[in-house]
């Protein structure tokens, strides 16, 4: 058995458990929901420190808005108890701690509007939607368990995402040194891709417009279709000879790669 078939089949059983253990986790949440629910829920909107530089997210099932603001702002809807929000130094800490099986069944939705001086987002986000417009970051790192994610204008330095078994869209926006671990899924990104970046496809649909065509592209073939610029590849290729790098990891499913938008 080679190194690339191994690889395949142990990607392949990763995201088989973790969609086992999700589906067995929503399929508990909701019935134990619909026999114990009870009125649980509260509101907040606060402002917080306009020195704070970092934000943690740490989310389990809530519905999740992020976008610009003047000020660092957070409004929570029907969140449950355990919803905390926790400012130290410059970092501001949001937290839902578990999912609770005995909340009421009204949707839960955070909204936090950030300004342009933050330094770090980081979110770890489970099984609700995501949200964001209109932000710039110095670094941003994204864990997405089985939700499904929108990005709409992200300007980010180092950024770092493991899709997980969700969607993930990223739009008209400009990332550097991209990480991405897709895990089980769809991923489409349109925009810029600037530095060296690294796209390991696992299960899934990967595609990719990209502004200009500055890009080499070096992309290794898995259980499925490799097509840059309309042209199919059957093999290992590499694409174009510019300054930006991508390096995309073939998995299992459809890779296409349009430059020169």
Request: proline share 0%; with cysteine.
């Amino acid at each position: 058995m080679n190194e690339t078939t191994h690889r395949l089949i142990k990607a392949f059983a990763i995201c088989l458990a973790i969609f086992i253990i999700v589906s067995i986790i929503n399929t508990i949440v909701y019935f134990a929901s619909n026999i114990f629910s009870v009125n649980n829920d509260i509101n907040m909107n606060e402002n917080y420190s306009s020195e704070i530089k970092n934000i943690k997210i740490d989310m389990g099932t809530s519905n999740l808005i992020i976008k610009k603001g003047d000020t660092l702002n957070v409004i929570a809807d029907n969140v449950s108890k355990r919803f905390k929000v926790n400012e130290e130094s410059d970092t501001l800490t949001i937290k839902e701690k578990s999912v609770n099986v005995f909340r009421n069944k009204s949707i839960s939705k955070v909204i936090i509007t950030i300004p342009n001086n933050l330094k770090d987002l980081s979110i770890d986000f489970g099984a609700g939607k995501l949200e964001i417009s209109d932000i710039n970051i110095s670094r941003f790192n994204l864990d997405q368990g089985a939700g499904k994610s929108i990005i709409n204008n992200l300007i980010s330095g180092k950024t770092d995402i493991d899709g997980g078994a969700g969607e993930l869209n990223i739009k008209s926006s400009v990332l550097e040194d991209l990480d991405l671990d897709m895990g089980a899924g769809k991923f489409y990104f349109s925009g810029s891709l600037h530095g060296n970046n690294k796209i390991e496809q696992g299960i899934g649909e990967l595609i990719l417009d990209l502004n200009g065509n500055d890009y080499t592209i070096k992309a290794s073939k898995g259980l499925g279709s490799i097509t840059i610029n309309g042209e199919d590849y059957s093999k290992n290729t590499t694409v174009g000879e510019g300054i930006n790098d991508i390096e995309i990891d073939g998995g299992i499913g459809s890779i296409i790669v349009n430059t020169n938008k």
